[in-house]
C-alpha cells in the first residue's frame, strides 16, 4: 500500500504558476503510474496530467496542455505537476493518485480515474481573475 501527501496549493493571481508535489511513502514508488486530477466546486472529478513508471511517457488534458508539466523523481518518491499561466478556471481541489496495475509495464498510463488504486487528501489551488 501507498500513502500520497500532495502539497503545494494556494492563492495565485491569473497569470501565475504553482508547483504541486505529491510525496509518496510505502511500497517501491517505481511500481505505480501516476497521475493528478482536479475537481471543482458542483463539477465531477476530471483528469489533468498523468506519468509511467518509466517516467518516459506523460499524457495531459487538452485544457492544460502546453501550461502544465508533470515529472517524477523516483530517489525523493514524488511526483510534481507544475502549473504556468493558470487561469480562473483551473480552480479546483487537485489529487494525486497511483495506478498499482504494474503488470501493464512501465510505459503505460491511464487518464480514468477508476484504475487507479490510491489516492491523496488534496491540496485546494484557487487563481483569482
Known amino acids: 500500500q501507498v500513502q500520497l501527501v500532495e502539497s503545494g496549493g494556494g492563492l495565485v493571481q491569473a497569470g501565475g504558476s504553482l508547483r504541486l508535489s505529491c510525496a509518496a511513502s510505502?511500497?517501491?514508488?517505481?511500481?505505480?503510474?501516476m497521475g493528478w486530477f482536479r475537481q471543482a466546486p458542483g463539477k465531477e472529478r476530471e483528469f489533468v496530467a498523468a506519468?509511467?513508471?518509466?517516467?518516459?511517457?506523460?499524457y495531459y488534458a487538452a485544457s492544460v496542455k502546453g501550461r502544465f508539466s508533470i515529472s517524477r523523481d523516483s530517489a525523493k518518491k514524488t511526483v510534481y505537476l507544475q502549473m504556468n499561466s493558470l487561469k480562473p478556471e483551473d480552480t479546483a481541489v487537485y489529487y494525486c493518485?497511483?495506478?498499482?496495475?504494474?503488470?501493464?509495464?512501465?510505459?503505460?498510463?491511464?487518464?480514468?480515474?477508476?484504475?487507479?488504486?490510491?489516492w491523496g487528501q488534496g491540496t485546494q489551488v484557487t487563481v483569482s481573475s
Open positions: 493518485a497511483a495506478d498499482d496495475r504494474r503488470l501493464l509495464g512501465l510505459n503505460t498510463y491511464s487518464i480514468t480515474a477508476n484504475d487507479y488504486d490510491y
Open positions: 510505502g511500497r517501491t514508488f517505481t511500481s505505480y503510474a
Open positions: 506519468i509511467s513508471r518509466s517516467g518516459g511517457i506523460t
